[in-house]
């Protein structure tokens, strides 16, 4: 008979040497080897798959917008006999991306004009963004800031710690501080302790955390020794980045599983994209490996106007059908929120499905999950803080 566990880890597979049959195992595991490794150009990719006529003119044109990059144990998840694989289509450049449409942008979220230091970016009131690499373990071709990632596009990354140290410093209102790219994860043990030395000891920032791809492209770097450097300087959350199920593999399970246990809380956040995951029942399947892999999904976003990614790019409305397929019909830690990020600089908008068919000043009149109508009565506006009262006022009278 098979144990719980057993049963339950058959939706985790390895791909595992795949493409790369004759590499010595220790190779394989060493994170180095992998990024060594990587597959970067038109040669090395069509030594491997036959790729469509869109693909390769896309690799052709990708060289001087966002390079092409895929670590090994990222690229064995390709299923070379389809060109529709939802792993292909996030990594393997298309012509499209040379296309572009009005509404695109170069800065979608309008982070350049939010930048009071190079590299941090502050637009909330109390948590910034610290931009602290410009390259990641692979590329993702829909990459909201892809105008400075991977060292070709239109600008370059110039950090400045020091400067950046200092206004956090002269900032007490800063709480929170957000180590992205980049990916963070790709510094060495000791650039990343430094940082986090130098964040750690201005007091009144209280939560750190990292927005990081490294767990699914670069499992293999996500070392004891890493893990125990990081724990040094909790409480420290992670980001993760996951659009497929098949993305959760063995050895990523295990890899966010060493995270975890090490005392890192681990959220996860989607993009939506066409082909990929603008499905219920693939979001569904991802959400739950989720949960398994002790990660809680945190959001979804709404595709960016990035130059070149209208074939990416889903409805709004497809997100909102996600999601109502998902709030009710499963587990709540299993939901995610689904955001857009406002085009231009407004910051994350939660786009919910419509659950509240009436409100005034005697009553809610909402919906479940399965379509039912009840009611609950409003308490007295008096109740209200002068703030809600206006808030709740322009609502029920614009
Ligand atoms: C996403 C983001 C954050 C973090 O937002 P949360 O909703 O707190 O996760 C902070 N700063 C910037 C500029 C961001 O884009
Ligand atoms: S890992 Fe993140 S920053 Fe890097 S290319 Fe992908 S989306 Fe962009």
Redesign the pocket.
């Known amino acids: 008979m098979h144990s719980l566990a057993e049963t339950a880890d058959k939706r985790f597979l390895s791909f595992a040497p795949g493409f790369w049959p004759n590499v010595n195992p220790e190779l394989w595991n060493d994170w180095k080897w992998q990024l060594k490794n990587r597959v970067t150009n038109l040669q090395q990719l069509e030594q491997k798959i036959a790729l469509t006529r869109e693909e390769r003119a896309g690799v052709i044109l990708s060289g001087n917008k966002?390079a092409l990059a895929v670590t090994p144990h990222f690229f064995n998840l390709i299923d070379p006999e389809d060109p529709n694989c939802p792993i292909r289509r996030q990594v393997v450049p298309r012509v499209e991306e040379s296309n572009r449409s009005p509404a695109e942008m170069a800065d979608p979220c309008g982070e350049d004009s939010h930048m009071p230091v190079p590299g941090l970016v502050h637009r909330y009131p109390d948590r910034v963004l610290f931009l602290v690499t410009d390259r990641?373990?692979?590329?993702?071709r829909?990459?909201?800031?892809?105008r400075v990632?991977?060292g070709v596009g239109e600008q370059e990354l110039h950090t400045d710690f020091e400067e950046a140290y200092r206004y956090l410093e002269a900032h007490t209102e800063i709480r929170d501080v957000l180590l992205?790219?980049?990916?963070a994860l790709l510094l060495s043990d000791d650039k990343l302790r430094g940082i986090l030395r130098r964040l750690r000891a201005i007091e009144h920032i209280e939560f750190v955390r990292i927005?990081?791809?490294v767990p699914i492209?670069l499992p293999q770097r996500i070392t004891t020794a890493l893990c125990q450097m990081l724990q040094e300087f909790h409480p420290l959350w992670m980001s993760v980045?996951v659009n497929h199920p098949r993305e959760l593999t063995i050895e990523v399970k295990a890899a966010l599983e060493r995270l975890v246990n090490h005392g890192i809380p681990l959220g996860n956040q989607s993009?939506l994209l066409k082909g990929v995951n603008d499905d219920l029942d693939v979001m569904r399947a991802l959400v739950h490996k989720l949960v398994m892999c002790r990660v809680r999904p945190y959001y979804i976003y709404q595709c960016d106007l990035i130059h070149g990614s209208a074939h990416l790019r889903t409805s709004v409305a497809k997100g909102i059908e996600i999601i109502e397929g998902l709030r009710g019909h499963t587990t709540g830690y299993a939901v995610p929120q689904f955001v857009i990020d406002a085009p231009g600089g407004g910051g994350k908008v939660p786009i919910n499905p419509g659950y509240i068919l009436y409100h005034d000043h005697e009553k809610i009149v909402i919906r479940n999950y399965e379509g039912k109508i009840f009611e609950y009565p409003e308490q007295e506006m008096a109740e209200y803080s002068g703030h809600q009262a206006e808030e709740l006022d322009e609502f029920l009278y614009s």
């Open positions: 966002l990641c373990a692979a590329y993702c829909y990459c909201t800031r892809s990632v991977s992205s790219g980049g990916d927005g990081t791809r492209f980045h993009v």
